[in-house]
C-alpha cells in the first residue's frame, strides 16, 4: 500500500450520518488520505477557492459532492466548478440518495466524472465507499497538483 499517494479528499455533505460513516469506511481501509468535511454549498465553493476559513487549505485530489446541500446545491457547486479553468480537473464523484434521471443526468451534463446513489443500508453504504477508495486511490491517474 505504501505505493498509492496520499490523497487530498474533500466531502461536501450535510448528514452526519453519512458524514461519520464515510470517514469510518475510509479509516478502515487503512490508507492514508486526508479527508476534510464542508457541510454546504457555499462553503465548499470557499474552501475550493481559498476564500474565508479557507484561504491556508490544500487543493483536493478529489471531491465526494452529495446534491442535496444547504445555501448552493451539489448541482450548482458542480457546474460553477467546472466552468472554472482552475478547479475543472478536479474529479467530483457525486454521491446522493437520488436516483432521480434528471439529476443523475444533469450531473453528468455538468461533468461529474461518476454518479453514485448511496444505499440506505449500513453495510452496503460501507462497501461503496471501499470501492470508491478502492478505483480513485489504487486504480486511477489524477493529475498532479500545479
Known amino acids: 500500500m505504501s505505493a498509492f499517494q496520499d490523497l ?9 450520518g453519512d458524514i461519520q460513516l464515510t470517514i469510518e469506511a475510509f479509516k478502515e481501509a487503512k490508507i492514508r488520505n486526508q479527508i476534510k468535511v464542508v457541510r ?18 490544500p ?14 446545491d451539489g448541482k450548482e457547486v458542480l457546474s460553477t466548478m467546472k466552468n472554472d479553468p482552475v478547479l475543472k480537473i478536479i474529479p467530483v464523484i457525486m454521491l446522493t440518495t437520488s436516483s432521480a434521471d434528471a439529476d443523475i443526468h444533469e450531473s453528468y451534463a455538468n461533468h461529474a466524472n461518476c454518479y453514485v446513489v448511496k ?23 489524477l493529475p498532479s497538483k500545479s
Do not use: C, H
Open 8 to 16: 487530498e479528499i474533500l466531502l461536501v455533505e450535510d448528514n452526519e
Open 40 to 57: 454546504d454549498g457555499e462553503e465548499a465553493l470557499d474552501y475550493l477557492r481559498k476564500q474565508g476559513n479557507y484561504t491556508n487549505v
Open 59 to 72: 487543493s483536493p485530489d478529489i471531491i465526494l459532492m452529495d446534491i442535496n446541500l444547504p445555501k448552493i
Open 119 to 141: 444505499p440506505v443500508d449500513l453495510d452496503k453504504f460501507m462497501d461503496v465507499i471501499r470501492s470508491i477508495e478502492d478505483y480513485w486511490v489504487s486504480i486511477v491517474k
